[in-house]
């Protein structure tokens, strides 16, 4: 990583525009980011009464910085209506999610459509084509983060949303987005029914590299903010190995009984950075989230 860390969240909590009431509800739970969707949970019909649910539910949000907008696929007219009415909004969503990208000068144009309507959101991507995996590099440098779309993608490749159909995937993100400092998101969990899928599935992303995940359940917050947040032992190990480098003038110094150099050094400075920066965004009054402060 280089350059100021970047405030990632841990969790997302996608909600569907259909209903001002069930949007501003969703700002109880404790989601980094609470991200409105105008997208698939939107049948085409009812779309443009989700834009208007969505321009209002922006007007009402408590931060606004950390709400997110999924829109439609940015070659159809959807698309075109949804940034319309962002751009229109006197209240703009700090975070845009785009779906089906296929390349890195897509997001590029986005920036430049949002841009002449006044709004500069951070712009994050779903991952859920052969293209944007095959192009991950290209699109992790243009983004400022990446989503793994698991659903779309397994559709395509004719499989089940398993481990192993996703692993290659989950791993040219997690590459990608370390070389860009890329936010690195993992997909929803669907096996709702199967609660230890969830910590399980987590805990393995956060192996990977990854620094959150989606969720469209409320009730899986509290695994995903635990499981993906660095436990207070381990934010303590990272600033006395940082400290116990810098002591030894960036040579080999020992830290409980351990040998650590220059590698660890690094490692613990960006995990200390990561979480300072998210603490200063996402971090609630005295719940450590970045909710309103209602129970997950």
């Not at 084509?129 to 698991?150: F, Y």
């Not at 600033?239 to 660890?264: C, K, Q, T, Y």
Request: charged share 25%; glycine share 10%; hydrophobic share 45%.
């Amino acid at each position: 990583m280089t350059g100021p860390a970047r405030a990632i969240p841990r969790s997302i909590l996608y909600t569907p525009a259909l209903s001002l009431d069930r949007v501003t509800k969703a700002w109880s739970y404790e989601a980094d980011v609470h991200l409105i969707d105008l997208e698939d949970s939107v049948p085409p019909a009812e779309k443009p009464a989700a834009r208007t649910v969505c321009r209002a539910a922006l007007e009402k949000a408590p931060r606004p910085a950390n709400v997110g907008v999924r829109i439609n696929e940015l070659g159809g007219m959807a698309a075109v209506h949804d940034v319309l009415m962002l751009a229109e909004s006197p209240v703009k969503p700090g975070i845009v999610v785009m779906t089906m990208v296929t390349s890195g000068a897509e997001i590029d144009l986005l920036r430049r459509m949002l841009a002449s309507g006044g709004a500069h959101p951070e712009i994050y991507v779903t991952v859920e084509t052969v293209e944007s995996v095959t192009a991950v590099d290209e699109i992790a440098r243009a983004a400022d983060g990446l989503v793994l779309g698991s659903a779309d993608l397994a559709a395509t490749l004719g499989v089940e949303i398993t481990w192993e159909a996703m692993l290659a995937a989950r791993q040219a993100m997690a590459m990608a987005c370390a070389r860009y400092g890329t936010a690195c998101i993992d997909t929803a969990n669907f096996r709702l029914a199967e609660p230890e899928v969830l910590a399980e599935e987590t805990t393995r992303v956060k192996g990977l590299g990854f620094h959150g995940k989606v969720t469209v359940h409320p009730a899986e917050l509290d695994v995903i903010n635990r499981i993906l947040g660095p436990r207070p032992d381990e934010l303590a190990l990272a600033r006395r190995v940082a400290e116990a480098v810098a002591a030894a003038d960036g040579g080999i110094a020992v830290v409980d009984g351990n040998m650590v150099g220059p590698p660890f050094a690094r490692r613990s400075r960006d995990t200390v950075a990561r979480e300072d920066a998210w603490a200063s965004r996402f971090g609630g009054e005295g719940d450590g989230h970045g909710g309103t402060g209602g129970a997950a």
